[in-house]
Nanobody, 127 residues
């Protein structure tokens, strides 16, 4: 199993970015993808989740107006569209997968739940 995160960069407050997480090596689509972020000096925290089979998603209410999570079956890629970025969104963003799971639940993903991790992509929001 491999996950390849990309799409980060240096942007100004108010800008948008679309992060990608290309997944490979899964033998079925019963897994979920979580997006996480880790700010400098902080702990890694869950941002969003999408379950590939069934399409269950979770985003916290605080981010629903700015972030969107989606999945592209043709490319086996999860996306995190982030709009109206602010300096507090500055972090390394990671995607991770938990096999044999088809439901995101009603909370942000927890680091401990996920087995496979991508390498991270840096998002820096600065004026």
């Amino acid at each position: 199993v491999q996950l390849q995160a990309s799409g980060g960069g240096l942007v100004q407050p108010g800008d948008s970015l679309k992060l990608s997480c290309a997944a490979s090596g899964f033998t079925s689509n019963y897994y979920k993808i979580g997006w996480f972020r880790q700010a400098p000096g902080g702990e890694r925290q869950g941002v969003a989740c999408i379950a590939i089979a069934g399409g269950s998603t979770f985003l916290p209410d605080s981010d629903k107006g700015r972030f969107t999570i989606s999945w592209d079956n043709a490319n086996n890629t999860a996306y995190l569209q982030m709009n109206s970025l602010n300096v507090d969104d500055t972090a390394v963003y990671y995607c991770a997968a938990r096999p044999f799971s088809y439901y995101c639940g009603d909370s942000v993903p927890f680091v401990e739940e996920y087995d496979h991790w991508g390498q991270g992509t840096q998002v820096t929001v600065s004026s």
